[in-house]
């Protein structure tokens, strides 16, 4: 793998945009990181840093001059590849036709290594089922990902008890490693396509220092972990514990609001509605984003599979952590914490783990 | 194509076969049915209004598929409101299948709660085709009333051809001089060996751990036991993720599961 040096990412932000990527970042909008369209580096959330704790998320001024000093934002790489809302087919004349969303050509910079991981999750769901999903494999290819190794792990974070992080080790185009003292960062490439646009940017070749600096910063980013989770057997303890007197107490403090849900980089289930025109001659049929925590997700014949907020919640979790083994072949939680920086009581899937068992 | 595009189909026959009820013929608007196994289902789109998994009934001489739809919510309301000629689209067929040939040299249990004899149909079907390949073949059908029994002529010609066909219901009328009561009585009645036996059954979940856990009972062995399970499902084909069932999608690893699989999975309250 090539390892090289830039001095500013702008040289690369520029190379994508003509070759006709729209490159989306992390910006600063309404108090948080958001990823949106940058123009250039200097759209990037500089001497930015987050403090995330259960129900909680603060933005904070982080290091000087660093563009990456966060942690993962309530945006991930999620509605790229699963759009929130896409339409299906439309029906008129008698005839079903399918419609085609297009793949929008997005280059995502600053995805974590915990991001990454949940992409290769929902590949597994969409391309990888007995029923592949052309639509979803033609928007991964026009999706070009660039990696950001974090420093500053979040509160909430435990991507190392996943194994899925700090480092972001496979499923990039290219990895970038944030430096200081001097500022700059060091490139890994992840593809032949990552290749060629380095190729064409003004860069270096790393020296041994900054590839010791950039192992540095995962090294101790890894250290200072928010959390962690015991995985050991979770496979089969979780779904044997369905019983356990701990369902009673998490379900009193959780809403059923779905914030975990839609912040998740995994989650996937979706609804179908159907919407027909004023003139009644045209009707299109769209999927979106859908939570296990309403209830009319498991009606059948006027009842529900899981009527009460404690069966919901189980169902989320063990599926989470679980029984996403069983259909997937993979644990559905990437240890990006997500779900318990948005939470609005702060319920911390890591101490409810912990006292399930 | 994608997954959820759904093909055209036209309703070719619709009969109502109770109040509530109707039988519907699909055939594709070009080409041919593909090929189903009995207990897969189809997902039928009733346009503007939704979709809905049907379990397929059968096939008919024109090679389209029979479906037997009741009116419960707003998709299968629409679909029962449907006339022939209209246009619905169909995916599928979905799921997996009741191994009807793995029960050859052996007993047969067929229990049927209401509209899961619409599912079984095609195993009593292909139990009929090839009865000689079988022990002795029961029938049991558990259903409302009188009134509400599901193909009643073929419950005749199947007794004719060989299967201890017994029906209870739950509301007799007038007329009824059957078994009164659940399915379960009716196992307790019926002849088999049960260290050869294999059971089929559908009907609603109640029904069908009782009817099952009732042929364990009586010694048959779990494995033996299959059942057809429903939960919500949007897509069929293992994206949408309202079917889950502990460890199963039931769109992709059911409908049909064996009763030494469900068995742990139905005993947990609101799985």
New interface residues.
């Given amino acids: 793998m090539d390892v090289v040096v830039l001095e500013s990412l702008d040289p690369l932000i520029e190379e994508l945009r003509s070759a006709g990527y729209t490159v989306v970042g992390p910006t600063v909008q309404d108090r948080a990181v958001r990823m949106a369209e940058i123009s250039s580096a200097a759209d990037l959330p500089a001497g930015v840093g987050d403090v995330q704790d259960p129900g909680s998320y603060r933005l904070t001024s982080g290091a000087d001059g660093m563009l990456f000093g966060y942690a993962a934002s309530p945006d991930s790489a999620k509605r790229f590849t699963q759009p929130p809302r896409q339409t299906?087919?439309r029906?008129r004349d008698?005839?079903?036709e399918?419609v085609d969303e297009g793949a929008p050509r997005v280059a995502l910079l600053g995805v974590r290594a915990c991001d990454l991981a949940a992409i290769a999750v929902q590949d597994r769901?969409?391309a990888g089922?007995?029923?592949?999903?052309?639509?979803y494999r033609r928007r991964r290819e026009a999706l070009f990902l660039i990696a950001v190794n974090c420093a500053v792990p979040g509160g909430t974070c435990f991507c190392v008890s996943m194994g899925t992080g700090p480092k972001a080790t496979a499923g990039f185009d290219l990895a970038v490693t944030e430096l200081d003292a001097p500022h700059r960062f060091l490139v890994e490439t992840g593809s032949e396509r990552g290749g060629e646009i380095v190729a064409r940017v003004p860069h270096r070749r790393a020296a041994s220092e900054d590839v010791h600096a950039a192992d540095e910063v995962s090294r101790m980013a890894a250290v200072r972990m928010g959390r962690q989770v015991d995985t050991d057997g979770i496979q089969h303890w979780l779904?044997a514990a369905?019983?356990s007197p701990r369902w009673t107490d998490v379900a009193s403090r959780c809403l059923s609001c779905t914030n975990c849900t839609m912040v998740c980089p995994t989650c996937?289930?979706?609804?179908?509605e159907?919407v027909?025109d004023l003139t009644g001659q045209v009707?299109e049929?769209s999927?979106r984003w859908?939570s296990?925590f309403t209830l009319?997700?498991?009606?059948?014949?006027?009842t529900h599979?899981?009527?009460?907020g404690?069966?919901r919640y189980r169902?989320w979790l063990?599926?989470k952590f679980a029984?996403w083994y069983?259909?997937f072949g993979t644990s559905g939680c990437v240890g990006c914490g997500r779900c318990i920086t948005w939470c609005p009581t702060g319920i911390d899937v890591t101490e409810e783990l912990a006292c399930i068992r | 194509?994608?997954?959820?595009?759904?093909?055209?189909f036209l309703v070719r026959s619709r009969r109502p076969v109770r109040a509530d009820t109707v039988n519907l013929t699909l055939e594709p608007v070009e080409g041919a049915c593909p090929p189903f196994l009995p207990g897969q289902f189809t997902m039928i789109?009733a346009?503007?209004?939704?979709?809905i998994p049907i379990s397929i009934s059968g096939r008919t001489r024109a090679g389209g598929y029979l479906q037997t739809i009741r009116a419960?919510?707003a998709v299968s309301r629409a679909l029962c409101r449907t006339r022939r000629g209209d246009?619905v689209?169909v995916r599928g067929p979905y799921g997996t299948a009741w191994d009807v040939p793995a029960a050859s040299g052996m007993d047969v249990v067929v229990a049927a709660g209401g509209l899961g004899l619409a599912a079984l149909r095609p195993v009593v079907q292909e139990l009929v085709r090839h009865r000689a390949r079988y022990g002795r073949i029961s029938l049991i059908v558990g259903t409302r009333a009188p009134m509400t029994l599901l193909y009643p002529r073929e419950l005749d010609r199947w007794a004719r051809a060989g299967v201890d066909v017994q029906v209870t219901v739950d509301h007799p009328d007038h007329e009824w001089k059957g078994p009164i009561g659940l399915v379960t009585k009716l196992i307790e009645r019926i002849v088999f060996e049960p260290r050869r036996t294999a059971g089929f059954v559908c009907g609603p979940e109640v029904m069908m751990r009782a009817a099952a856990g009732e042929l364990v009972r009586r010694g048959v062995a779990a494995s033996r036991i299959t059942l057809s399970l429903?939960?919500?499902m949007?897509?069929g084909?293992?994206?949408?993720?309202?079917c889950?069932l502990?460890?199963?999608?039931l769109c992709?690893d059911g409908p049909v599961v064996s009763y030494e699989r469900a068995a742990r999975l139905m005993a947990?309250?609101?799985?």
């Fill in positions: 299906l087919v029906m008698g005839a079903f399918e769901v969409f089922s007995r029923h592949p999903d052309p639509a779904p369905h019983d996937f289930c979706s609804t179908v159907d027909t009707t049929r999927e859908d296990c009319d997700f498991s009606e059948v014949s006027g599979a899981r009527g009460s404690l069966a169902q063990t599926h029984t069983d259909q | 194509m994608h997954p959820m595009t759904p093909a055209p789109y346009r503007g209004v939704g979709e419960v919510g246009l689209g429903e939960r919500n949007k897509c084909v293992g994206r949408c993720g309202h889950q502990g460890p199963l999608l992709l947990v309250p609101e799985l």
